[in-house]
């Protein structure tokens, strides 16, 4: 899969982490494991981490961010380790299979991808769209300059009320 970044502030992010077009590792272990719990690997997100996989992002720190930097490390079975039953309810909320990819420092915000290629973060209160392509996802990580778009809301640990403006499917 080839990328394109929309900014020239995320591509020198991405190469700071080691990423190159042609970076690729191994994920049978990862798509074994995730499968196993009940995970769909989509082919999408299977090439993002076969190419991101084990890089660690580190999120400058822009004037003008909407919020604070923290490092990404993608490794999809930090996000999954034990949680399929929580996203397995928000699958049936959206009504999309996802696959984990990448998790924030301190544990607060997971990145997954949406089985028709659409990348959202699922936070302790919220699970927010962070773009339609994984290269706008990325860009909105590394830069913070939008707030991302609420999908669902989590309520006392169980998702899952709708949030009525945005489609979700």
Do not use: C, K
């Not at 924030?104 to 028709?116: K, Q």
């Not at 392509?133 to 609420?150: E, G, K, N, S, Y």
């Amino acid at each position: 899969m080839r990328f394109f970044w929309p900014n020239p502030i995320t591509t020198q992010a991405i190469t700071a982490a080691g990423w190159t077009s042609s970076r690729r590792i191994d994920i049978t272990d990862w798509r074994d494991r995730l499968e196993s719990e009940g995970y769909h690997i989509s082919r999408p997100a299977a090439s993002i981490l076969e190419s991101f996989g084990n890089l660690t992002l580190q999120i400058p720190n822009l004037l003008g961010a909407l919020w604070s930097p923290d490092p990404f490390f993608f490794d999809p079975i930090d996000v999954a380790n034990g949680m399929y039953e929580r996203y397995a309810d928000i699958e049936a909320a959206l009504g999309h299979h996802m696959t984990p990819l990448a998790a924030n420092a301190t544990g607060t915000a997971f990145l997954l991808m949406l089985d028709d290629a659409r990348v959202v973060s699922d936070g302790p209160l919220a699970l927010h769209l962070l773009g339609e392509t994984f290269p706008q996802a990325l860009d909105l990580i590394v830069r913070r300059h939008r707030t991302p778009q609420p999908l669902l809301s989590h309520h006392r640990g169980r998702t899952i009320t709708p949030i009525r403006q945005f489609q979700l499917t």
